[in-house]
Every structure is written in structure tokens, then in C-alpha cells.
């Protein structure tokens, strides 16, 4: 019958060195990649340069407000359709809305003079 021999000294030495080459690598990449998937951070949405011109044409005067002027550079979509009016210090009962409330509004803001939700 023939014997198996173990492995030398050399041999041991030489697949710790490999095996912690591997681990470095390993955790090199990892963090790579932990980096590049990090947050994002703060970006201003310029919600506080909002001016507030209601619709008088609208049967729901003065609750609409002109999407241009209320969130400037913004589109709204409400059920995939875009908007031109949004509810102004007020919320949808019954669907889809895109509303900007100021400090007069029940509910305190988050952050700042408006929120939009």
C-alpha cells in the first residue's frame, strides 16, 4: 500500500502566502465596491424659490397653483400624466395628487419654508 506524504514546510508556508494573497485581494475589491455603491448626497431641489400664482380659471380656485411657478424646473406626474397645476396647502381625497404645502399649512415642514409631496 502505498503512503501519502504530507505536505513540507515550504509546502505550508507557500499556501498560507497564497491564500492571503487571495483574502487581500478579496477585500480590496470589496471595498471598491462598497465605495462606489455609497449614498448620494444632499442636492437642493429649489422648492424655497417657489412663487405661489393660482389659477382663477379653475374650478378649484384657490386650492391649484401653476406647477412652473410653485416647484421651478420640475415637472409633476400625477398617474403618469403630467400636470400643469398642483394642489397648493392641500391634499388629494381620492387620487393621485402632487401637492406643495408652505408654513401655514396643519402639518409641520420637514425642512425649510415648503415641502412637496
Do not use: H
Request: proline content about 4%.
Amino acid at each position: 500500500m502505498a503512503r501519502c506524504s504530507s505536505a513540507t514546510g515550504a509546502d505550508k508556508t507557500f499556501l498560507k502566502y497564497e491564500t492571503v494573497k487571495i483574502l487581500i485581494k478579496t477585500l480590496f475589491a470589496l471595498l471598491v465596491l462598497c465605495r462606489s455603491g455609497q449614498a448620494q448626497s444632499f442636492v437642493n431641489l429649489s422648492f424655497e424659490n417657489a412663487s405661489f400664482q393660482s389659477d382663477s380659471s379653475s374650478g378649484f380656485y384657490p386650492y391649484l397653483v401653476y406647477a412652473s411657478n410653485a416647484i421651478p424646473g420640475w415637472t409633476p406626474y400625477a398617474a403618469g400624466v403630467p400636470q400643469t397645476e398642483i394642489l397648493s396647502n392641500n391634499i388629494s381625497l381620492s387620487g393621485g395628487a402632487v401637492s406643495i404645502t408652505g408654513t401655514n399649512w396643519v402639518y409641520p415642514q420637514i425642512e425649510g419654508k415648503y415641502f412637496v409631496c
